[in-house]
């Protein structure tokens, strides 16, 4: 009897795309399937450093251009998997896995969206035309060609999403897609909050800040920095995790000098660690089209840890966060004033920080983990008539 194949299409394995596909490819593993993961490398050479372990990749040079569309068959002939799975509806993903799938008659065919990538940029209606209808067409997954594609969407089988304003336009499941319980586990040995903390060689007794990943500017680095230039929070310290040439890592560093902590990229697996030395993950999504459809996924690993979040009231942030029983401090959109205060309470009072924290832990166990995540995708397959062998 052959074990099922899946085969998932990322768009740009480079980048951090693969952070959404990545614990749904551990959960169809964990239910049995054989995965492989296929995808373009655009802005990079090499996999996206985090997650370049545990699955076999398969991947094409390319770029953003438009011409890229003529390599996704080429793409597509590299997916062996029974079952096709695209992540973003996107003409790098989501066009060569309907090649794959025969447009979903020869193979079944799975959509996942995380984000609204339909939302056409500009604050008049004149910008609106020049920014998407003038300029960018050298750019492959701009708006006006995500607009030509999205009619295909309804040849996917099943569509799962990552937020309740993604499941207004598409329908389908929400995946919170969540990290493994078993690795992000604030009570293994080896996340003693001191011993990672030297391990990073991280100040000891200073209350601890982190940012990790792709500083976006609808993430709010800026407003963090602004924040911790305050008196009030003097004393704390952030950690970056990232590269320290991006621009805004630049910033943070020359703003908040020795209080600011430098770490370069990670894999997946020794974040668990370095959540462990922190003491407050702060999410500060901007409020705007495109964040009103994210759900960040530093926020389930700091909450999968038992985190301290403050985290803005954006997208699903608040019914996950802000909910009763309280799982982090909800601040409004851009308020440092709030978020100062958020900041102080916690470091203050700890029982309280860590009862919203151990919340946390609950929910996601629950919601967002890799056992929950496996479970969804059961019933998804079962939906399907999907069995996992043949």
């Given at each position: 009897?052959?074990?099922?194949?899946?085969s998932?299409?990322?768009?740009?394995?480079?980048?951090?795309?693969?952070?959404?596909?990545?614990?749904?490819?551990?959960?169809?593993?964990?239910?049995?399937?054989?995965?492989?993961?296929?995808?373009?490398l655009?802005?990079?050479?090499?996999?996206?450093?985090?997650?370049?372990?545990?699955?076999?990749?398969?991947t094409l040079?390319?770029?953003?251009?438009?011409?890229?569309?003529?390599?996704?068959?080429?793409?597509?002939?590299?997916?062996?998997?029974?079952?096709i799975?695209?992540?973003?509806?996107?003409?790098?993903?989501?066009?060569?896995a309907?090649?794959?799938?025969?447009?979903?008659?020869?193979?079944?065919?799975?959509?996942?969206?995380?984000?609204?990538?339909?939302?056409l940029?500009?604050?008049s209606?004149?910008?609106?035309?020049?920014?998407?209808?003038?300029?960018g067409?050298?750019?492959?997954?701009?708006?006006?060609?995500?607009?030509?594609?999205?009619?295909?969407?309804?040849?996917?089988?099943?569509?799962?999403v990552?937020?309740?304003?993604?499941?207004?336009?598409y329908?389908?499941?929400?995946?919170?897609?969540?990290?493994d319980?078993s690795?992000f586990?604030?009570?293994?040995?080896?996340?003693?909050?001191?011993?990672?903390?030297?391990?990073?060689?991280?100040?000891?007794?200073?209350?601890?800040?982190?940012?990790?990943g792709?500083?976006?500017?609808?993430?709010?680095l800026?407003?963090?920095?602004?924040?911790?230039?305050?008196?009030?929070?003097?004393?704390?310290?952030?950690?970056?995790?990232?590269?320290?040439?991006?621009?805004?890592?630049?910033y943070?560093?020359n703003a908040?000098?020795?209080?600011?902590?430098?770490?370069?990229?990670?894999?997946n697996?020794?974040?668990?660690?370095?959540?462990?030395?922190?003491?407050?993950?702060?999410?500060?999504?901007?409020?705007?089209?495109?964040?009103?459809?994210?759900?960040?996924?530093?926020?389930?690993?700091?909450?999968?840890?038992?985190?301290?979040?403050?985290?803005?009231?954006?997208?699903?942030?608040?019914?996950?966060?802000?909910a009763?029983?309280?799982?982090?401090?909800?601040?409004?959109?851009?308020?440092?004033?709030?978020?100062?205060?958020?900041?102080?309470?916690?470091?203050?009072?700890?029982?309280?920080?860590?009862?919203?924290?151990?919340?946390?832990?609950?929910?996601?166990?629950?919601?967002?983990?890799?056992?929950?995540?496996?479970?969804?995708?059961?019933?998804?397959?079962?939906?399907?008539?999907?069995?996992i062998?043949?």
């Amino acid at each position: 009897m052959r074990v099922k194949k899946i085969s998932l299409f990322v768009h740009d394995l480079a980048a951090n795309p693969i952070g959404r596909a990545y614990p749904i490819a551990k959960a169809l593993k964990k239910i049995g399937f054989e995965v492989e993961i296929i995808g373009f490398l655009i802005t990079g050479d090499k996999i996206y450093s985090p997650y370049n372990d545990t699955f076999n990749y398969l991947t094409l040079r390319a770029d953003s251009r438009p011409r890229t569309i003529f390599k996704a068959a080429d793409l597509a002939r590299k997916a062996s998997g029974d079952i096709i799975y695209a992540f973003k509806p996107l003409w790098t993903s989501y066009w060569p896995a309907l090649l794959a799938s025969g447009f979903g008659r020869k193979k079944p065919l799975l959509l996942d969206i995380e984000d609204n990538e339909l939302i056409l940029q500009g604050n008049s209606a004149a910008d609106l035309i020049y920014k998407n209808f003038i300029r960018g067409w050298n750019f492959i997954i701009s708006p006006k060609y995500n607009w030509i594609l999205h009619p295909l969407t309804r040849l996917a089988a099943h569509k799962t999403v990552s937020t309740t304003a993604l499941q207004r336009i598409y329908g389908g499941e929400i995946i919170l897609h969540g990290p493994d319980s078993s690795l992000f586990d604030p009570t293994r040995s080896n996340c003693d909050k001191s011993a990672c903390r030297r391990k990073f060689n991280l100040p000891q007794s200073s209350p601890l800040l982190l940012f990790a990943g792709t500083p976006y500017p609808h993430k709010g680095l800026d407003s963090l920095v602004r924040a911790l230039t305050q008196p009030q929070l003097s004393s704390f310290h952030l950690v970056l995790c990232g590269n320290a040439k991006w621009e805004e890592y630049v910033y943070a560093l020359n703003a908040l000098g020795q209080r600011c902590h430098m770490i370069d990229f990670l894999p997946n697996s020794s974040m668990p660690e370095l959540l462990a030395a922190v003491d407050i993950v702060p999410v500060l999504q901007r409020q705007g089209k495109f964040s009103s459809a994210q759900l960040p996924v530093k926020m389930l690993d700091a909450m999968a840890m038992g985190k301290a979040i403050i985290a803005t009231a954006v997208s699903d942030m608040p019914s996950i966060i802000g909910a009763n029983p309280a799982r982090g401090w909800i601040i409004p959109s851009l308020d440092e004033k709030a978020f100062i205060t958020a900041a102080l309470e916690i470091i203050n009072n700890p029982d309280e920080a860590r009862g919203r924290g151990d919340n946390a832990r609950r929910y996601f166990l629950d919601n967002a983990s890799l056992s929950a995540n496996t479970d969804k995708m059961r019933g998804i397959m079962n939906k399907l008539n999907i069995n996992i062998s043949s």
